[in-house]
């Protein structure tokens, strides 16, 4: 295969338009090889619709993609890797074979892409060819290892050795960072900073705008399908760009919140799961919010699941209103007034295929059926209507499949679904995780409002800020045991880091 060395990468006018969207409207963009490029918008504003565009992935766009000045006809995935695009979209699981080698995965395409006619595949070579990328990448794993057996930041190290095998002269990275530990993150800097230094064009996308501050050098800013802001970042302040984003000031982070808290209302005694949750002993008060801290890997996922019923081998007791809970399953979680809105929530939370409403309404039957079947319909359609203005999602109407919106958009329906059960208690897994800075807002603010209307909540997050911004009491894990608590107004983030690392 050849690829065109190009140094120059514009897109001019593109527009794009499903049925009932129009996706996006003129829109402009331009960066060069060595540059590293931040591409921002609230969510659904066609950020992956745009980069869709660039790898080919549509057909029926108008406006025109030149290289070097020359027009690229792009129109099918094929051309985009011809002229050396390549994309790492934010699902690596289906961009990769799990039961084939890191080194196959790596090589693969570009050995079936060099193949002229009949052909030997050269297994021994493959796998030094995909050693020496990832040696150069510093990155430590070996060929050998199947994929299904890599965390995910692995994955992702495997998805941009494959670009890196196939020649890329422009990589585009979908919010890499959103299921990366902090570690992770700075792993995937240094490479981006290698890249770049080896003459590669990067194009950023994420919501976590200190990141970009950290490593972009330009930043395109969308908004509803336009192109609002390019600028070098450095011209512009982080205040800047989220006015930019939104079409309007943000009220502040985190909401002002009248506390009013009660006795306590569920408590959790000794609770164990498989080795990943050591004897968890928690309470949360009526109308407390309560977060529970620690790095990526501490254990807040499974503990979460654990109270929900969510994970067989977890033993332990659990009370609510001084009532001893016999929670062997989610259904029976839910009956007995406890939801989750889970951290895998593409996996677990929603039906792609399914209409907007059917999901958000989809663990609340139970409250619409009791009107009788006609009236139910109506008063579903109500609800879902409501949630959908509560928490901004945009879509065409309450009918559209899931499947079709933004992958933002899709995080809030799955939020919005658990938030219409009505439980006592709600546990959220890392709410906020890929959502923009307005829809965190918009969450925030619903659940204060739970709160506010007596529920105990559980915040189970790995962004520390929302920590010390919205919690009332803060329980930090580590390797699996809840090794402090302690009460927001009188911490402060470095102090729950230090707890979160091990650390005292
Ligand atoms: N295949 C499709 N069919 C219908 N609508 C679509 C399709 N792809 C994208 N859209 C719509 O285009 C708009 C832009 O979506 P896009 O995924 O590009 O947003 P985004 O900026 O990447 O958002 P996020 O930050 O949530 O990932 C959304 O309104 C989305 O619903
Ligand atoms: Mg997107």
New binding site residues.
Partial sequence: MTVSAASRLEMKQISIA????K?LTDVDFHTAAGRVHALI??????????MKVLAGAYGHYTGHILMDGKEARIRSPKEAKQHGIQVVYQEVDTALIANLTVGENIMLEKTVHDMTGRHWVRWKGLHQSAQAILERMNVKVSTRKLIQDLTLAEKQMVLIARSVAMKCRFLVLD?PTAPLSKTETEQLFRLVRLLKSDGVGIIF?S?RLPELFEICDDITI?RD?RLVVRDEIRKLDHQQVVEHMLGAKLDGQFPCRKREIGEICFEARGIHDSGKVNDVDLHIRRGEIVGLAGLVGAGKTELCRALFGASRASTGDMYLNGRKLRIKSPHQAVRSGIALVPEERRREGIFVDEAVSVNLTAASLSRFAKWGSWLSSAAEKKAAVEMIANLGI??PNEQAKVK??????QQKVAIGKWLLVDADVYIFDEPTK?V?VGAKRDIYDLVAELAARGKCILYASSEISEMTGITDRVYVMYDGRMIKELESDKTNEEEILLYSTGGL
């Fill in positions: 499903f049925p009932g969207v996706a918008g609230a969510n659904g504003a066609g950020k992956s619709t745009l919010e996308i919501h969308m399908g945009k879509t079709n919106l933004s992958g933002g958009n890929g923009d």
